[in-house]
């Protein structure tokens, strides 16, 4: 079955970094999407990061010039380098792969947590 398996959360400092990494497999559809959405307490479901399948990156404006994503979208693989870490930067971090099935379909990791404190 699909499976997206995530790594590098942790506890670190404000200002500090963190790398997430992220490895799909039993994806046999083309990836149109990958990336990274996040979920702090009480808040929705938020986009991090991602890579079209045209190589197109995307980043939430909170993020930009802190955040670096790179995406193999045909090897099912991302990461995502994160300096300068703020704490409105903490939340749970899901890895997404989106395919083109079934009128969209996306897969999703288990979630790794991120904390960030001040």
């Known amino acids: 079955q699909v499976n997206l398996v995530e790594s590098g959360g942790g506890l670190v400092q404000a200002g500090g970094s963190l790398r997430l990494s992220c490895t799909a497999s039993?994806?046999?559809?083309?990836?149109?999407?990958m990336g990274w959405y996040r979920q702090a307490p009480g808040k929705p479901r938020e986009l991090v990061a991602r890579?079209?399948?045209?190589?197109?990156?995307e980043y939430a404006d909170s993020v930009k010039g802190r955040f670096t994503i790179s995406s193999d979208n045909a090897k099912g693989t991302s990461s995502l380098q994160m300096n300068a870490l703020k704490p409105e930067d903490t939340a749970v971090y899901y890895c997404n792969a989106e395919v083109l099935l079934n009128y969209g379909t996306d897969y999703w990791g288990q979630g790794t947590q991120v904390t960030v404190s001040s």
């Open positions: 890579v079209t399948s045209v190589g197109s990156a």
């Open positions: 039993g994806i046999s559809a083309e990836i149109w999407a």
